[in-house]
T-cell receptor
Framework: GENVEQHPSTLSVQEGDSAVIKCTYSDSASNYFPWYKQELGKRPQLIID?????GEKKDQRIAVTLNKTAKHFSLHITETQPEDSAVYFCAATGNTGGFKTIFGAGTRLFVKA | NAGVMQNPRHLVRRRGQEARLRCSPM?????VYWYRQLPEEGLKFMVYLQKENIIDESGMPKERFSAEFPKEGPSILRIQQVVRGDSAAYFC????????????FGSGTQLSVL
């Protein structure tokens, strides 16, 4: 089955700096890669996603890149702000076993003011 | 359009009791997924259901756990004879299509087993 590895587990940056979170997946049939943000005590919320036929996608300060050959994908947050502090989860979805979405273990991002 | 609704928000049970967690998907969504989250950990897939059908239950323990999504009413995750290790946050998500894209999560049920 699919396995998603996420690094780092904790990331601390200064306000205004960039943050990068990296994930790898194991199932080459995976074709959809969402990123979720979870603030303390709240539900995970989709912030950006990318499909396997696209190499990069950007939405304001957030961008995702996908390298299908290497089975890597990354989240980039530029000009970080304190409200970006949260846990970020990458995920991979494929049609192996019925379109399950498998999540990485999460990255706890701290943005210091 | 109300989001995914889960109840109760908090549930306390003693060892050996039953826990029933409810999830109403977003309007127009017929695909429901249950995930379990332990403190400081990620979301672990448990089960994927469509109306009246279990599509994938590969992440759900074979014993004591069951799930349903009837034609009418919410999806139910049932845990029988709970043990302390069942304590966790249980999140439900729904999607519009069977492609598993764009999951919308509920607020979760925090289960505490005493």
């Amino acid at each position: 089955g699919e396995n998603v590895e996420q690094h780092p587990s904790t990331l601390s940056v200064q306000e205004g700096d960039s943050a990068v979170i990296k994930c790898t997946y194991s199932d080459s049939a995976s074709n959809y890669f969402p990123w979720y943000k979870q603030e303390l005590g709240k539900r995970p919320q989709l912030i950006i996603d990318i499909r396997s036929n696209v190499g990069e996608k950007k939405d304001q300060r957030i961008a995702v890149t996908l390298n299908k050959t290497a089975k890597h994908f990354s989240l980039h947050i530029t000009e970080t702000q304190p409200e970006d502090s949260a846990v970020y989860f990458c995920a991979a979805t494929g049609n192996t076993g019925g379109f399950k979405t498998i999540f990485g273990a999460g990255t706890r991002l701290f943005v210091k003011a | 359009n109300a989001g995914v609704m889960q109840n109760p928000r908090h549930l306390v049970r003693r060892r050996g009791q039953e826990a029933r967690l409810r999830c109403s998907p977003m309007k127009g969504h017929s695909h429901v997924y249950w995930y379990r989250q332990l403190p400081e950990e990620g979301l672990k897939f448990m089960v994927y259901l469509q109306k009246e059908n279990i599509i994938d239950e590969s992440g759900m323990p074979k014993e004591r756990f069951s799930a349903e999504f009837p034609k009418e009413g919410p999806s139910i995750l049932r845990i029988q004879q709970v043990v302390r290790g069942d304590s966790a946050a249980y999140f439900c998500a729904s999607s519009e299509t069977n492609s598993n894209e764009k999951l919308f999560f509920g607020s979760g049920t925090q289960l505490s087993v005493l």
